[in-house]
C-alpha cells in the first residue's frame, strides 16, 4: 500500500520540481534584472561597519582584559613553546648549536623506525625516500618547518578531538550539538580568521598552529564519534549483561573496537593539517609555504611547484603510513597476536637501536647533520616545471579560450542570470519550493533560514553569483567523479596509475597551480571552477570508486553471463547499486568545491570569495569580508542540510520499492 | 642474531666515527649570526615585517644587511600582510615596515589613536596608481592613453566576465581602487572585474602582450613586472587635492603616493642604532628597482641581492649609519 502511493507521488513531484522551475524562469525573462540586491566592491551595510567597530573594541581592550591576560597569554605561550621544541629537534639550530638537535640522517632513520613498527617495511621504505627527496629538492629545512608545526597542529588536535569525538560518540545531545560547530569551523574561510587570531595570539606559531587546528580537529571529533556509534549494538549488550559499567564498556569494548576508524580520522587530521601549510604562511607560520607564497610574488612556477611537490611527498608519505597503521591494528584484531611477544622485542629493539645509532652520529657529525647542498636536483625540477607550464600555455591556448566560452556562455553566465539577475523574492520563494519537494518540510525550512540570512548579511547578489558558480563546478566534479570513478573502480590498473595523481590533486597547493591556469584561461569565473574542479574531483572520484568496488562481484557476473554488455553492467547494476556513494561523493564535492571559494576570489571569480580576500588586505572591508565568510558557511550548510535530506528520502524510497 | 645485528651496526658506526669528517660546532663558518659580535649588544633585535611584494622586499633586505653587517643587529624577518603588521606594532611583535602606502585609516587607527606607530619619514620611492595597457596595445592605438577615448574602444576588451561592455581588470586586492566609482563618473563603457591577485593581474598583461590581446586594467609602480614589460599609464583627468574626498563622486586619477616608513613607538623611543638607519634610510626608484630585478628576475635571494647592491653603493650606505 505505501508503495503503491509513494511510487505514485513519485512523477507528480517531478512535474511540480518542473513547474517550479517554469515559474522561476518566466519570472526571471519578465523581471530580470528588478530587485537583485546589488553591492558594489567598495560600498559598506551598516552590519559590516558593526563589525569593524567590534573588531576594533577587541583591539583596544586586549591588553586590559582579564580574559586574555590569563586564559589566551597561557594558551599561546604554551603552543609557542611546543612548536618551538618539535623545531629545536629537526629544524631549527637549537640549545646553541649551530644546526637542530637531530640532523637529516637521524630524522630519516627515526622516521623509518616509527613507520616499519607502526606499519610495515613498504611504508618504512616510502618514509625514507621521502624523507630524503625532501633534502634533494634542496627544502630540507624548510620541510622539517613544516612537519614540525603539523606534528604539534596535529598532536593537539587529537588531544581535544579525540576525547570529544567519544562524548559526542556516546551522547546524543552533545552530538547534535557540535555538529553545526563542526560544519561551521570546516566552511568557515581561513582568510577571515586569520587576522584576528593575529589579534589573539600574536604573531607566530602559536596564530598558525591554532588555524591549522580550527581546521584539523573536526574529521578528528567526527570520525571518532562515528567509530564510536558504529559498535554493534549486540556487543554492547552482551558486555552489559556480564556486568560491565558504562566505563569498562567504553574501555574494553567500544574503544577497542573502534580503534581502526579512529586511526582513519588520524589520517584525515594530518591531512587537513597538511592542506593548512600554504594559508597558514600569510602569518608567518614557518616552513614549504612560505616557500610557495614567495615564488608567487614573482610568479616563479617553478620555485612554487618545487615546493608543492614536497608538500604532495610529505602528504603521501603521512597519508601511506597511517594507512598502514590502522590495517596492521586491522589485521591484529582479526586474527590476534600474529607474532610472539619475543620476536616482536626483538624487532624493537632492532630498529630502534638502528635509529639511535645514526641519530648520534646525525647529532655529532656535519655530513649527517646538514644534507649535503651538492645533491640537490631542486633546480632541475624547476626548470623542468617552467618549461612544463610555459608548454602549457603556449600550445593550448587555442583550445582553452573554446573551452571556456563554452562553459561561460552554456552554463555559468545562463545559471548566475538565473540566479542572482532575477528578483530575490522570486529566488527565495522557488529555491524554498525546491528544497520543499526534494528534501521535505525540514530542509525546506533550513533553506528559507539560510536565505533570509545573505539578506541580512547584505550579500545577496555576491552570493547568488557564488552559488551559481558552485553549482556549475559541482555539475563538473560530478561528471568528472562519475567517469572516471567508474574506471578506476573497474580496473586495479586504473587505480594503481590515477591514486598519486588524485592525491597531488588534493594536496598541491593551490596557489601552485592557479598561475599556468591563468595563463590558459584568465582571470575569469571559470578559471575559479577549474581550481575548484581540480581540488573537489579527487574525492568525488575516490567515493564513486569506493561504491563502485563494493557492488558485489556475483551480482555482476551475473549479469555478465544473463548477456549484458559493459554499458549496461555499468548503468543498470553497478551505478544503481553504488547510488548511496554517488550521492555523498555529489555531498562532499560540494562541501570541496565550496573550500575553495576564496581561493577562486584570487583568480577572477569575483562575489564572496574576493570580498572575503579583500576583507583580509583591506582594513575598511573587514566587517565586510567577515560578513562574506558568514555567507559562505550559510550557503555550506544549506546546501549540505538539502542534498543530504534529498539523499535520505531518495534512500527510503529505494527501500520501499526494493520491498 | 639480533643482538650480532646491533653489534654490527655499532662496529660501523665505530669506524665511521674514525674516519672523522667535521664535527657539529667544530667548523667556525657553520655558526650564522656570529659574525659582527661585539656591537650586536648595542643593537639587539629588529623585527621587520616583510610585506608581500617584491619591491618591499627590495628596501626590506638592504635594511636588513646594513643592520647585520653595519651595526651588529640581529634581524628577524616575519612575513606579513600589511594590515597584520600593522598590529604588530601593538603587539610588540614587529618594529618596522620600510614600505608603506597611504594607508590612511591604519595610521588613523595606529598612530593618532592607539599610538602604537610613529612616522619614520619618506622612503624617497614614488608610488603611482592607475590604469595601464600593454605596449603593443599603446602603439597600436595611440590615443588610447587619453581617458576621454576609451569609450571608443571598448568594443575591443569585451570578455565572457564583462557581458556587453568593455572589461576593466581590477583587484589586487591589497590597495583601495575608486574603479567602480570612476567608470560611473566618467560614463564608461565598461565594467569592473576583479581578479581578485597581483599574480592574476601580471599573468593577464603578460598574455595580452604575447598573444595580442586586449586588456586595460589597474596596476602600479614601482613594480617588478614593469622591468619586464613596460606597461603605458592611460591619462585620467589629473589628480587634484581633495578631488577624491567623496569616494562614490571620484572622478579624478589616483595621487602619487609618498611612499614611507612606520615603525613602533616602543622602537623608535629605544635608541637603537637600527631605528636611526631606518629613519634616515632614502633611495631612488631606480635603486629599487634594480634589486627587485635582481631577485625576481635573475632570481637571486634577497640577501644576496642586497649584499651585491651594498658592494656598489658604499656612499649612499654610509649617509644611513648613524654618526657617533
Known amino acids: 500500500m505505501t508503495a503503491l502511493t509513494v511510487t505514485a507521488r513519485l512523477p507528480a513531484r517531478r512535474y511540480l520540481i518542473g513547474a517550479v522551475l517554469a515559474a522561476w524562469v518566466l519570472g526571471h525573462a519578465l523581471l530580470s534584472g528588478r530587485d537583485t540586491l546589488p553591492l558594489g566592491g567598495a560600498e559598506l551595510t551598516p552590519l559590516h561597519e558593526g563589525a569593524n567597530e567590534a573588531w576594533d573594541t577587541v583591539d583596544d581592550n586586549r591588553n586590559s582584559n582579564p580574559f586574555f591576560l590569563y586564559f589566551v597569554n597561557y594558551i599561546r605561550l604554551v603552543l609557542d613553546e611546543s612548536v618551538r621544541f618539535v623545531q629545536a629537534l629537526i629544524s631549527q639550530p637549537s640549545f646553541g648549536r649551530p644546526v637542530p638537535l637531530l640532523g637529516w640522517l637521524g630524522v630519516v632513520a627515526l622516521a623509518a623506525a616509527i613507520t616499519y613498527l607502526f606499519g610495515n617495511i613498504r611504508v618504512a621504505l616510502l618514509t625514507v625516500a621521502g624523507f630524503v627527496s625532501f633534502g634533494l629538492l634542496g627544502l630540507w629545512a624548510e ?24 562524548w559526542a560518540g556516546l551522547s546524543d545531545r552533545f552530538n547534535r550539538f557540535v555538529t553545526p560547530v563542526l560544519d561551521f569551523m570546516q566552511t568557515m574561510p581561513t582568510f577571515v580568521y586569520l587576522a584576528p587570531l593575529t589579534l589573539f595570539f600574536l604573531i607566530g606559531p602559536a596564530s598558525a598552529t591554532i588555524a591549522t587546528m580550527i581546521y584539523a580537529i573536526p574529521p578528528a571529533i567526527r570520525i571518532t564519534a562515528h567509530a564510536i556509534r558504529e559498535v554493534s549494538p549486540v556487543t554492547l549488550e552482551a558486555g552489559a549483561s556480564l556486568g560491565a559499567t558504562a566505563a569498562q564498556s567504553l574501555r574494553h569494548v567500544r574503544l577497542p573496537l573502534a580503534r581502526r576508524t579512529i586511526v582513519v580520522g588520524v589520517n584525515q587530521t594530518i591531512m587537513a593539517a597538511l592542506s593548512m601549510a600554504t594559508i597558514a604562511a600569510l602569518i608567518d607560520a614557518p616552513g614549504l609555504g612560505k616557500t610557495v607564497l614567495k615564488a608567487l610574488q614573482t610568479l616563479d612556477i617553478g620555485a612554487a611547484f618545487n615546493a608543492g611537490l614536497a608538500i604532495v611527498i610529505m602528504a603521501v608519505v603521512l597519508d601511506r603510513a597511517t594507512t598502514a597503521a590502522s590495517r596492521r591494528v586491522e589485521a591484529q584484531r582479526r586474527t590476534g597476536r600474529e607474532i610472539s611477544a619475543f620476536f616482536r622485542r626483538v624487532e624493537v629493539t632492532v630498529a630502534l637501536g638502528i635509529a639511535a645509532v645514526l641519530s648520534y652520529l646525525s647529532y655529532t657529525y656535519v655530513w649527517a647533520a646538514v644534507f649535503p647542498a651538492e645533491a640537490n636536483i631542486g633546480s632541475y625540477v624547476r626548470r623542468a616545471a617552467d618549461a612544463a607550464s610555459a608548454w602549457v600555455q603556449d600550445s593550448l591556448a587555442g583550445f582553452t579560450d573554446a573551452l571556456k566560452n563554452l562553459v561561460t556562455y552554456g552554463l555559468l553566465n545562463p545559471f548566475e542570470s538565473l540566479l542572482a539577475g532575477s528578483p530575490w523574492w522570486l529566488v527565495f520563494a522557488a529555491g524554498v519550493a525546491i528544497a520543499a519537494l526534494v528534501g521535505g518540510v525540514r530542509a525546506a525550512i533550513t533553506a528559507a533560514v539560510g536565505l533570509a540570512a545573505l539578506i541580512g548579511l547584505g550579500l545577496w547578489q ?34 594503481a596509475v590515477l591514486r598519486p595523481v588524485l592525491d597531488a590533486g588534493q594536496t598541491m597547493p593551490a596557489f601552485v597551480y592557479l598561475v599556468p591556469i591563468l595563463g590558459l584561461f584568465g582571470p575569469t569565473r571559470f578559471t575559479a571552477i577549474i581550481a575548484a574542479v581540480v581540488f573537489a574531483a579527487p574525492v568525488a572520484i575516490k567515493l564513486v570508486a569506493e561504491g563502485i568496488r563494493g557492488v558485489p562481484a556475483t551480482t555482476v557476473e551475473a549479469a555478465r553471463s544473463a548477456g549484458s554488455s559493459p554499458w549496461q553492467v555499468i548503468t543498470k547494476v553497478q551505478l544503481p547499486m553504488a547510488r548511496g556513494a554517488v550521492a555523498l561523493a555529489a555531498n562532499q564535492g560540494l562541501i570541496y568545491v565550496l573550500s575553495m571559494v576564496v581561493v577562486g576570489g584570487l583568480v577572477g571569480a569575483g562575489a564572496l570569495g574576493y570580498d572575503v580576500v579583500a576583507g583580509f588586505s583591506q582594513h575598511q572591508l573587514r566587517g565586510k569580508g567577515l560578513a562574506a565568510g558568514l555567507a559562505i558557511v550559510v550557503l555550506g550548510i544549506v546546501l549540505d542540510r538539502v542534498t543530504r535530506a534529498a539523499q535520505a528520502r531518495t534512500d527510503r524510497l529505494g527501500v520501499i520499492k526494493e520491498d | 642474531m639480533a643482538i650480532r645485528r646491533i653489534a654490527l651496526v655499532a662496529g660501523a658506526a665505530l669506524i665511521l666515527t674514525g674516519c672523522g669528517g667535521a664535527k657539529v660546532g ?14 650586536g649588544a648595542a643593537c639587539g633585535t629588529l623585527n621587520l615585517a616583510i610585506n608581500p611584494w617584491v619591491g618591499y622586499e627590495a628596501n626590506a633586505a638592504v635594511i636588513a644587511h646594513v643592520a647585520e653587517k653595519n651595526l651588529g643587529c640581529t634581524v628577524v624577518k616575519k612575513d606579513l600582510k600589511e594590515e597584520v603588521a600593522w598590529q604588530g606594532f601593538g603587539t610588540g611583535e614587529v618594529d618596522a615596515v620600510v614600505e608603506n602606502w597611504g594607508h590612511d585609516d591604519l595610521k588613523k587607527k595606529y598612530i593618532e589613536e592607539q599610538k602604537t606607530a610613529v612616522d619614520a619619514g619618506l622612503t624617497g620611492n614614488k608610488g603611482v596608481i592607475g590604469w595601464y595597457v600593454a605596449p603593443w596595445m599603446a602603439a597600436k592605438y595611440p590615443d588610447i592613453t587619453d581617458w576621454q577615448n576609451l569609450n571608443k574602444y571598448a568594443e575591443l576588451f569585451k570578455t565572457s566576465e564583462s557581458g556587453d561592455k568593455g572589461q576593466l581588470l581590477d583587484g589586487d586586492p591589497s590597495f583601495v581602487t575608486n574603479d567602480e566609482a570612476l567608470v560611473k563618473n566618467l560614463k564608461l563603457d565598461y565594467k569592473v572585474v576583479y581578479a581578485g591577485s597581483e599574480a592574476a593581474l601580471i599573468t593577464a598583461f603578460r598574455q595580452s602582450e604575447k598573444e595580442q590581446k586586449p586588456v586595460i586594467g589597474y596596476f602600479y609602480e614601482p613594480q617588478w613586472f614593469l622591468s619586464e614589460l613596460k606597461l603605458v599609464k592611460i591619462n585620467l583627468p589629473a589628480y587634484t587635492d581633495g578631488c577624491d574626498a567623496d569616494a562614490a563622486k571620484v572622478a579624478c586619477d589616483y595621487p602619487l603616493y609618498e611612499l614611507d616608513k612606520i615603525v613602533s613607538k616602543r622602537f623608535a623611543d629605544s635608541g637603537s642604532p637600527a631605528y636611526t638607519l631606518i629613519k634616515n634610510f632614502t633611495w631612488t626608484n631606480d635603486d629599487q628597482n634594480l634589486v627587485a630585478k635582481y631577485i625576481s628576475e635573475d632570481k637571486m635571494a634577497p640577501a644576496e641581492a642586497a649584499a651585491k647592491w651594498a658592494a656598489d653603493n658604499e656612499a649612499k650606505i654610509k649617509a644611513w649609519l648613524p654618526t657617533s
Open chain 1, 143 to 166: 620541510s622539517m618547518d613544516t612537519l614540525a608545526l603539523t606534528l604539534t597542529a596535529v598532536a593537539y588536535s587529537l588531544a581535544v578531538g579525540i576525547p570529544l569525538g567519544v
Open chain 1, 462 to 495: 555576491d552570493s547568488m553569483v557564488t552559488l551559481a558558480a558552485t553549482l556549475v563546478a559541482t555539475l563538473l566534479v560530478m561528471a568528472l567523479g562519475v567517469a572516471a570513478g567508474v574506471w578506476i573502480g573497474r580496473s586495479d590498473r586504473a587505480d
Open chain 2, 26 to 39: 667544530e667548523a667556525p663558518s657553520a655558526a650564522p649570526g656570529t659574525g659582527a659580535a661585539g656591537s
